[in-house]
């Protein structure tokens, strides 16, 4: 793996858009764009994405320390996965990349709604600062390497016809016959997790996995017709609002509803050939 130790910050990978199709557009172009400045110019701080599900990628001094986004489990989950035993920093430091690349995978391959800095809070010091809390076990990575790692995953999933954070998965017949039958892992897993209200983001964070790896095997699944996407249900805020009928229509008037033929007899018709004269109308002041 790359990190900042390989590469001059002006010949970073991140200034070379055209090498990462899927994040060459849009909002997420704006993330590559100020990736590519805070490498160039060393900057320290907190890059906050909009949007959904959105996240934090902290910066030090350039490089990328850790990625935080409610899209996608963190190093202490993916640490608390059952069966798997940390052997020590070096351990530790390849999982926190991990998590890294998968923050941004989640962030990027949700709805995008723009990016901006924010100041390094004073309880998540840089590196190497002396403070009653972990030191992250990331050096840090070079911007242009995690983004070029987190495209080649969007790349590898664009015809994957399946969201990671939109879509809910529902079990097929045949989907339930391999749940009740024989059989364990990491397919297993996924099914028994299956219940149309989930996302391959909230079975990721169930199962602490990685989501792109949890994406991958929604794929397969759904390829194999063990999975199948539930239909999607737009949300509302509210009740509908009536639409009226015209614009600016005013009352319609009804003929003889004022009552002044009631008062006033009507004129008796002129003669043929002979103009009616019209009594001329005087105003009276009070």
Known sequence: MTTGAHSEPGRSLVAE????????GGAARELVEELAQAAVTTRTGVLRVTGEPGGDLQVVHGLVVTVDSPGAPGVRDLLARPGRIC?????LRVVAMMAAV????????GWIGGCHWQTLPADRPERGADSGEETPPVPGVEPGWLLLETD???CALAHGRVSPHRNRLLLTERGRMALTGPGSGRRQEILRWTDGRRSCRDISILLSRSLYAVTVDVVRLLDDGLLTLAPIVPETSGPPVPTPQGRNRLPRRRRGASGINDLLP?????????????????????
């Not at 858009?17 to 060459?24: E, I, Y």
């Not at 998968?102 to 391959?109: E, H, K, Q, V």
């Open 152 to 154: 080649r995953r969007l």
């Open 102 to 109: 998968d923050g941004c995978f989640a962030i990027t391959s």
């Open 266 to 286: 009507p004129c008796p018709p002129a003669p043929r050939g002979q103009r009616a004269l019209t009594p001329r109308r005087t105003e009276r002041t009070p």
């Open 87 to 91: 052997t020590g920093m070096a351990d």
């Open 17 to 24: 858009p055209w090498r990462m199709p899927a994040l060459s």
